[in-house]
């Protein structure tokens, strides 16, 4: 437990103190040092825009996120479950998948307008097609000694749902239920390019566009990526809580 | 009386003849063997009895009436990796008693738990269980429902030597005790002398039955005595294997 603390703050503690050095020894004007993000990040609480712009983000990401999740979830069970619906449905989940949430952009603009609904679209997008796509192998790779167990013992379809198919298929689902939420909060920052003026991701353009403060660019660089480690920090406790593996 | 019966079963695969023409009647109570060579055929069969798989040709009918779908009277029994890794050993146990009132579930439950030896591991997951206890669980689960019929298809394969062998007399103990007819697919020659009133020997595929041995010997039975070797080394020349290494 000391050791799982200890040595990540360890390795933190280094690379600030390199990152310190590299800023003294370089003389750089424009690059901030670790105090001056620290001291923007400061003034940002002090003129009460942090609490907010992070509120902001993190009810985009929920929203997109949390919609993905309703969606993908049943598709992909549905899609497993049935073989020809996955069949007919994922050579078209295929061609979406590449495409870059970027990509959808302008048409997210034009759909939604300036609002919350196109960033949490973005975000709504890079998640779903991990999870559809993660539900629908999980169905498929279910044992089949589970099912015909299922059905021996007399288990009608709805029964044996609920009792065997759930079940099997939950362990694998949360693990990428878990990577899909790093994906969407990943595809924040890029989701906040457009449409608003709030949010994590808009205080990095913002920022740059407003002025070069190279501090506050870093400053939301980190916030992003000390959320993102708490985020899923709280998401593995919360899904290794089972005694059991699939 | 005849519990289960075969009549002239033929199972084709596209481009695969798997089973020719099988014919046989299993007593009720009787433990069979069905022997044969890796890939015979045994698990087709026996997915055929369960009522998983539908014959080409021919029927099985159990107390008369033909099999064409699973049923909780007659339980399939895999190697230990059946047991639901998401649930308890009692909540396992108890998987099949849906129809049953609380009450009568958890003495059924106590019951099976006390039969195969795992008192004390009610509220362990399988993970948490060694093979051979996974095992055993894997019987309760069916026991519980308590079938007339158990398919066991080659249940102790996974097993060490040593755990095999405690396993065989465990089921020969639930066996004598719960009077349950027993089709035991394995492709082990002793295992299936050890255990079995008849043992089948199946040919190579399409498998037929080649000959079916009668193990007159009672149990608990010794293995070195000397009808307990003679039937043995019949059935290995029987498959045409020379009993040296």
Redesign the interface.
């Known amino acids: 437990m000391k050791q799982r603390i200890l040595l990540p703050l360890a390795t933190a503690a280094i690379l600030i103190g390199t990152w310190d050095l590299a800023v003294q020894l370089t003389g750089t004007e424009i690059f901030p040092s670790p105090p001056d993000v620290v001291r923007a990040l400061v003034t940002l609480v002090e003129r009460k825009v942090l609490w907010g712009y992070i509120g902001d983000s993190l009810l985009r990401v929920a929203g997109g996120y949390v919609t993905a999740v309703i969606i993908g979830v049943p598709l992909g069970l549905l899609f497993g479950w049935y073989p020809a619906l996955g069949r007919a449905a994922n050579p078209l989940i295929q061609m979406l998948r590449p495409i870059s949430p970027l990509a959808w952009m302008p048409l997210a603009v034009i759909w939604f307008g300036v609002s919350n609904i196109a960033p949490m679209f973005l975000i709504f997008l890079a998640s779903l097609f991990p999870i559809i796509v993660a539900s629908m192998h999980a169905v498929r790779n279910i044992p089949p000694m589970y099912l015909q167990a299922g059905r021996n013992f007399g288990l009608n379809t709805p029964q044996l749902l609920r009792r065997v198919v759930f079940p099997a298929v939950l362990p694998r689902i949360l693990v990428s239920l878990r990577i899909a939420f790093g994906v969407a909060w990943i595809v924040l920052v890029a989701s906040e390019m457009i449409a608003v003026d709030s949010g994590l991701g808009y205080l990095i353009i913002d920022a740059r566009n407003a002025g070069k403060r190279y501090d506050l660019v870093v400053g939301g660089m980190l916030l992003i990526g000390l959320i993102g480690l708490a985020l899923d920090s709280a998401f593995r406790l919360l899904t290794e809580e089972r005694r059991w593996s699939g | 009386m005849s519990k289960v019966q075969f009549n002239h079963l033929s199972m084709r695969f596209p481009g695969v003849e798997v089973l020719r023409d099988i014919s046989l009647d299993v007593r009720e109570g009787e433990f069979v063997c069905i022997l044969g060579p890796s890939g015979c055929g045994k698990t087709t069969l026996l997915n055929i009895v369960?009522g998983?798989l539908q014959p080409t040709e021919g029927e099985v009918t159990i107390d008369g009436v033909r099999v064409t779908?699973?049923?909780?009277r007659?339980?399939?029994v895999?190697q230990e990796?059946?047991v639901?890794?998401?649930?308890t050993v009692e909540q396992n146990i108890g998987?099949?008693l849906?129809k049953l009132t609380e009450e009568e579930k958890r003495a059924r439950i106590a019951h099976y738990v006390q039969l195969v030896g795992l008192v004390g591991f009610e509220r362990s997951?399988?993970?948490?269980l060694s093979g051979g206890m996974k095992q055993r669980l894997e019987v309760a689960r069916a026991l519980a429902?308590n079938p007339d019929v158990l398919y066991l298809d080659e249940p102790f394969g996974a097993l060490d030597s040593i755990t095999r062998l405690q396993m065989r007399r465990e089921l020969l103990r639930i066996w004598q005790a719960e009077k349950k007819t027993i089709l035991f697919v394995t492709h082990d020659i002793e295992e299936s002398v050890q255990l079995a009133d008849r043992v089948v020997v199946m040919s190579q595929r399409p498998a037929h039955i080649q000959r079916i041995v009668d193990i007159d010997i009672r149990h608990p039975r010794d293995l070195s005595a000397p009808r307990y070797i003679q039937l043995r080394d019949s059935i290995f020349a029987e498959i045409g294997l020379a009993h040296q290494v």
Do not use: A, K, S, T
């Open positions: 369960g998983f779908q699973p049923d909780p007659r339980i399939f895999f990796r059946g639901f890794p998401w649930l998987f099949g849906f997951y399988p993970r948490e429902v």
